[in-house]
């Protein structure tokens, strides 16, 4: 049984993949969770997973790097499930390159999905916090913030997230706000499913690999970052801001 008051949180990417496992946890935590993504039509399991759990769930589509699209979204939510005071960051596009052949495109779309998009969702939602006194702010980060072969544009919107964490801590706190940041190492996704093709590996191959390179020897699973999120957003979790949690099956150097 939760011992977590109920609150109302927008979750972010969350068709599948690590925003899909965020919702679901987080409604097990008695969340009412909005489902956002850029295809409403796409968040329908998400949304049925916590239904059928006995949970409250919301489909949202929405493109996060829109500022218009935003302020219509959180309104949406506050509206429909009430005032959101629990925001995961999580929307995330991959446009790996070399820097000699990334395009502006490619530059341009990773930071104004991943940084923009934060900052949008972020700003919309704050109003409802403060009012409240109450808010958690969690931002996706990576490993790949720490520097990553091919990936220029994400490592630096991820490094990126990072800063705008704890600037948000120093700037909300005095409202009962916090805001942590998770950085996720290898986890069994698309997006990584994306990058063993990008090398022109096998999954599994690819998987396999990874493993022997972490501590714990496994790869991550979605649920393992769900986890770590559904802690930062907790009651219990209001002495720790601006911090950054990897989760990666050990440290990194």
């Given at each position: 049984m939760s011992t977590t008051e109920h609150r109302v949180a927008i979750v972010t990417g969350a068709a599948r993949g690590i925003g899909a496992a965020t919702a679901v946890r987080l409604a097990a935590e008695d969340r009412s969770v909005a489902v956002l993504d850029l295809d409403e039509a796409?968040?329908?399991d998400t949304v049925e997973a916590i239904t059928a759990a006995g949970g409250t769930a919301l489909a949202v589509g929405c493109d996060v790097s829109d500022s218009a699209q935003v302020e219509a979204a959180v309104e949406r939510v506050a509206s429909t499930l009430g005032a959101p005071t629990v925001l995961v960051n999580n929307a995330g596009v991959l446009r790996d390159n070399m820097l000699f052949k990334m395009s502006d495109s490619?530059?341009?779309t990773v930071m104004n999905v991943h940084l923009r998009g934060?900052?949008?969702m972020a700003r919309a939602c704050?109003?409802?916090m403060v009012e409240a006194k109450f808010g958690r702010i969690v931002n996706l980060s990576s490993s790949s913030a720490l520097g990553n072969r091919g990936q220029a544009n994400y490592a630096a919107a991820k490094a990126g997230l990072q800063g705008f964490t704890k600037t948000l801590a120093i700037e909300?706190?005095?409202f009962g706000v916090t805001a942590n940041a998770v950085a996720p190492g290898f986890i069994v996704t698309e997006m990584t499913a994306q990058t063993a093709a990008r090398v022109r590996m096998d999954f599994e191959e690819f998987q396999a690999a990874a493993?022997?390179?972490i501590p714990v020897q496994r790869v991550g699973r979605p649920d393992d970052v769900a986890n770590a999120i559904a802690f930062f957003t907790g009651e219990a979790a209001g002495f720790v801001s601006g911090q950054v949690m990897y989760v990666a099956g050990g440290p990194l150097n």
């Open positions: 796409a968040c329908k490619d530059w341009d934060a900052f949008l704050q109003k409802y909300l706190g005095k493993a022997t390179q």
